[in-house]
């Protein structure tokens, strides 16, 4: 499965950014598409995951209220908006998907270790 990545930038603390991420054709299987990230020496940590069938979102809690995903099922795309941005945010950003299956979509976005497919990544960097 191959997924794509697009969008990422040098920007200003303040500004705002859209990633985006090409992802095959949904089926009638549900998916969880889910934005991860990582910064130099941490551990990936997920951001943000969409249920494709339903819509069902999850964010955590360090972009809750900023940052935005969403799904186009007809152009097969999953983006993130980043609002507000902040060095923090500072980190390469991947894009995964992986079958729902009977899991919560908060537990899965939670560990990344639950999601097989992934893209290259996109550099995002915040600068103060």
């Known amino acids: 499965v191959q997924l794509v990545e697009s969008g990422g930038a040098s920007v200003q603390a303040g500004d705002s950014l859209t990633l985006s991420c090409k992802v095959p054709?949904?089926?009638?299987?549900?998916?969880?598409v889910g934005w991860f990230r990582q910064a130099p020496g941490k551990e990936r940590e997920g951001v943000s995951c969409?249920?494709?069938?339903?819509?069902?979102?999850y964010y955590s809690d360090s972009v809750k209220g900023r940052f935005i995903i969403s799904r186009d099922n007809a152009e097969n795309t999953v983006d993130l908006r980043m609002n507000n941005l902040n060095p923090e945010d500072t980190a390469r950003y991947y894009c995964?998907?992986?079958?729902?299956?009977?899991?919560?979509?908060?537990?899965?976005?939670?560990?990344?270790?639950?999601?097989?497919?992934w893209g290259r990544g996109t550099q995002v960097t915040v600068s103060s």
């Open positions: 054709e949904f089926t009638s299987k549900d998916y969880a």
């Open positions: 969409i249920s494709t069938s339903d819509g069902v979102t």
């Open positions: 995964a998907i992986e079958p729902m299956g009977l899991s919560a979509l908060s537990r899965l976005c939670r560990s990344p270790i639950f999601f097989a497919s």
